[in-house]
């Protein structure tokens, strides 16, 4: 259907509507325009919820990463998402240009367009109506002169036909000049006559073209304006819906890329990752032996006294002590504050009761090695942690540690060595063609990297020393199980820089998780009768041999070397501690898991 033909007289509602479908287009590109800032949103928060967990660069999160599958497989989640976050960024970016910067153009072209058609046709109406104006202008002017000569008519014959006129008025009106304006109203009469006959042909003849040809043309134009809007606009919606088809195989990409992640998570690599993670390399420590306490029941009255306590064999071992060993899982059973508690209650009850003579030099010996532990314990806070050949760690794990810093220290070698090379190349370049370049200029940076390549060749050293130390010093699975007192001690207490171990296991056997708070125990004073101040040489039971070097700076222990042989003087009473001399002057405790024992029945005096 034609709007020039069916709508000729509806020029102000064709107006309206097309106002509406304009503002229809600009409501549309509101709603693409706010659908792409809720895209570019919503992009945004994908992107910084990836970034919130991803594990910071050279971290333990980042490590544990590396290390394990279901978080290599969250890892690669996190990085599909962001990617997923990329394609809604370019869903916004396709939106915008090509369909809100392209309507927003176009409804600039659509207002003037339509502004120009409807301004030719307020035109033609304005025309029309002028041309009516007329015909009725000259229709009126022609009624009017059609009266006037009738009434001039009429008057003349009035006048003719009265008998009471007298001659002189006969003659006066009959008159030449009378006679003219009667025929003058005539001619004008006839002149109106043709003039409005005129245009009202003319008035016809416009009007005709007005509405079958020059409106019909102008609304034909408005028409097409409005179907090609409509059509403009069904083609948006589907960019609109192809924006997003776009995306949809990267975005299935991604989908599957997270996909393939969680397919490839292998619970049983992680298990056995937990396992190279913490293995110590220790062995499990060995049966506990039988003590035999009813020799004390055949003890008599005289063998309690204190002569006999101080000139007789060592005391019997007390029974708490061989209760306190614990396995290397069960450290954290014990919260800080009941080890605490625990001790402070020993403490407190030797305090407060009147132990036998015979039983003060065991009770001295516990004591001093409650005090050693907690020095030892602080001790390793400060010192033991972090350190450069991480001897905070395991052996098993300081040995991978070292191997993996040894990797990475070769590998910043191999580096510098090809930026040497290249270096060396392009000074020989130089050399043979001096229009492009001087040579000497690349000797600074060859004496650069020259310096860093030995730097990290003595570090490399530094560090291989260090992995055959320790790779030496493990012991052998196929070896006879050594008694280890304080396994769970050496996992978390290993020697420090200069290569010597600081425990952290009290001599009861018991673990504490925090050093600061068993640090600020307070212990109280004790003191001994100067009697038994000047015991008596203790006899030697055996020899042992240091297998690791320990540093002994707390009261009451004794430093050794690695291999050093010492006289055995108190074995292990199940405390972790061993009581050794070196000669008259120089004894004390060393852990039991850094020595070899060798008892001898028939042991020598020192």
């Known amino acids: 259907m034609s709007w020039g033909i069916e709508l000729w007289d509806q020029f102000d509602n064709l107006e309206k509507h097309t106002q509406w479908g304009i503002e229809f ?63 809604h960024e370019v869903i916004a970016e396709n939106l915008t240009s090509q369909i809100i910067s392209e309507l927003t153009r176009y409804i600039q072209e ?90 009202l042909q003319k008035f016809n003849q416009e009007q005709n073209d007005h509405y079958h040809t020059l409106i019909p043309h102008i609304f034909q134009k408005i028409q ?40 490839s998570i292998e619970p049983k690599h992680d298990s056995s990752q937990v396992v190279e993670s913490y293995k110590s390399g220790f062995e499990p420590p060995g049966d506990v032996e039988f003590e035999d306490y009813s020799q004390a029941m055949k003890r008599t009255a005289s063998e309690c006294s204190l002569s006999n306590s101080r000139a007789e064999s060592k005391p019997d071992k007390p029974t708490g002590k061989s209760k306190g060993k614990l396995w290397p899982f069960m450290k954290k059973s014990k919260s800080p504050k009941q080890h605490k508690e625990a001790l402070t209650l020993r403490l407190n009850d030797f305090m407060a009761s009147k132990p036998k003579m015979h039983c003060f030099r065991s009770l001295k010996r516990g004591l001093s090695l409650k005090l050693i532990t907690l020095n030892a314990q602080v001790r390793s806070l400060i010192e033991g942690a972090g350190s450069e050949d991480f001897s905070h760690l395991p052996p098993e794990q300081r040995r991978k540690k070292l191997q993996a810093k ?13 930026k040497k090379d290249a270096l060396i190349k392009m000074k020989d370049v130089y050399v043979k063609n001096p229009h492009m370049g001087d040579p000497s200029s690349v000797d600074p940076r060859l004496a650069e ?38 396994l769970y001690e050496t996992q978390n207490s290993v020697p ?27 212990v109280p004073n004790v ?40 006289y055995v003087i108190e074995e292990d009473k199940g405390d972790g501690w061993t009581r050794v001399r070196r000669n008259e002057e120089e004894e004390g405790y060393v852990p039991t898991s850094y020595v070899e024992v060798f008892l001898d029945t028939n042991g020598k005096d020192a």
Request: glycine residues 4%; contains cysteine.
């Open 25 to 87: 287009v600009e409501r549309y590109t509101k709603f693409v325009k706010e659908r792409s800032e809720i895209e570019l949103s919503y992009a945004k928060q994908i992107r910084n919820l990836s970034k919130k967990y991803q594990p910071k660069k050279n971290s333990k999160e980042e490590e544990e990463n590396n290390k394990y599958s279901a978080c290599r497989a969250f890892l690669s989640t996190l990085n599909e998402l962001n990617d997923y976050a990329g394609q």
């Open 527 to 566: 003191e001994f009768d100067d009697e038994f101040d000047d015991e008596e040489t203790l006899p030697t039971i055996g020899t042992c041999k240091a297998l690791y070097c320990f540093e002994g700076n707390n009261e009451g222990t004794i430093s050794v070397m690695e291999g050093e042989l010492l």
């Open 224 to 263: 097409e304006m409005e179907e090609r809007r409509i059509e403009r606009v069904g083609e948006s919606m589907k960019t609109f819906a192809e924006v997003d088809r776009q995306v949809l195989p990267i975005v299935g990409k991604c989908l599957d890329g997270m996909t393939k992640g969680a397919e």
């Open 449 to 486: 990297t020259g310096q860093n390549i030995e730097k990290l060749q003595l570090e490399a050293q530094k560090f291989e020393g260090w992995l055959a130390e320790v790779e030496g010093r493990m012991p052998v699975k196929s070896e006879p199980p050594q008694r280890q007192s304080v």
């Open 110 to 199: 659509l207002k003037a367009e339509r502004k120009s058609h409807f301004h030719d046709g307020r035109k033609a109406q304005q025309h029309i109506e002028n041309s009516w104006k007329q015909l009725e202008s000259s229709k009126r002017r022609f009624e009017r002169e059609c009266k006037e000569a009738d009434r001039a008519q009429q008057y003349f014959e009035k006048m003719d036909s009265d008998i009471n006129v007298t001659k002189a008025d006969v003659e006066k009106r009959c008159s030449h000049k009378a006679r003219q304006q009667a025929q003058m109203r005539h001619q004008i009469a006839a002149d109106s006559k043709t003039e409005y006959a005129s245009y």
């Open 496 to 522: 420090s820089n200069d290569n010597c171990a600081q425990d952290r296991e009290s001599p009861d056997g018991s673990y504490t998780e925090e050093q600061s708070s068993e640090a600020q125990i307070k």
């Open 406 to 418: 040894v990797d990475d220290i070769n590998k910043d070698i191999e580096k510098e060595m090809d």
